[in-house]
């Protein structure tokens, strides 16, 4: 079963974070928006770390030594562009050593509104028996991630998959657990109830790609 871990049905600061990413009279200042989507991804790398394997190391002090519990390995930080870059280097901040890759994956409209999800580019490291953390802000009807996944798994089979946004659909979450494996966590700061005709989660926060970087053709 996929695990889900909701982070906002909690009293922290991650629903500050949230709040200011909804509210349309902060939101439009584009550099706050861009660091609050980096706050949260710094929180959920927190979260994840402690689910990485760890090992003791003696460490050199200027009295003596320290037995420390360190991470045994990096994960791969996975990004959807271009939507996803603020949140993931809020977990490049983290996981600073960790290899990277990245994705192209958008709406593709059409004139009767209706819309594809089209993949144009995949640029990663080695998947094979390794943790991927997949970063997109906003997890609406889950159809470009789960299409992201099963082309990421060309570059190898990952040991164990989280997959993070800012904010989630239920229905979206729903379509993960119905179309990817048992070993995927999904990690959002809050979810919503509804998505609109067009797709958007209600109440959300809009567009987060146009929100970060502006308004595109």
Same mark, same amino acid.
């Given at each position: 079963m996929i695990t889900i871990h909701n982070l906002g049905q909690h009293n922290s600061l991650i629903n500050q974070f949230v709040s200011e990413l909804r509210n349309v009279e902060v939101q439009h200042d584009r550099m706050r928006f861009r660091r609050n989507l980096e706050r949260i991804g710094e929180i959920i790398a927190y979260e994840i770390s402690k689910m990485m394997p760890y090992h003791e190391v003696e460490i050199t002090t200027p009295l003596g030594t320290a037995s420390m519990? &360190?991470? %045994?390995?990096?994960?791969v930080l996975a990004t959807i562009l271009r939507a996803g870059l603020p949140l993931h280097q809020g977990f &490049?901040?983290?996981f600073d050593q960790a290899d990277n890759s990245f994705i192209s994956a958008y709406? $593709?409209?059409? $004139?009767?509104? %209706?819309?594809?999800?089209?993949l144009e580019y995949v640029s990663s490291a080695s998947l094979e028996n390794r943790v991927m953390i997949l970063c997109d802000p906003m997890l609406a009807t889950g159809s470009s991630i789960v299409m992201t996944y099963k082309a990421m798994m060309e570059k190898g089979v990952p040991r164990h998959t989280h997959i993070v946004c800012a904010i989630a659909s239920i229905q979206g979450i729903e379509h993960v657990k119905s179309h990817l494996s048992e070993n995927v966590t999904v990690w959002a700061a809050a979810i919503d109830d509804e998505l609109t005709a067009q797709s958007y989660i209600v109440p959300g926060l809009g567009d987060a790609g146009d929100l970060a970087f502006g308004e595109k053709l």
């Open positions: 519990q &360190l991470p %045994s390995e990096q994960p &490049l901040n983290y709406r $593709k409209h059409h $004139k009767d509104g %209706s819309f594809e999800i089209a």
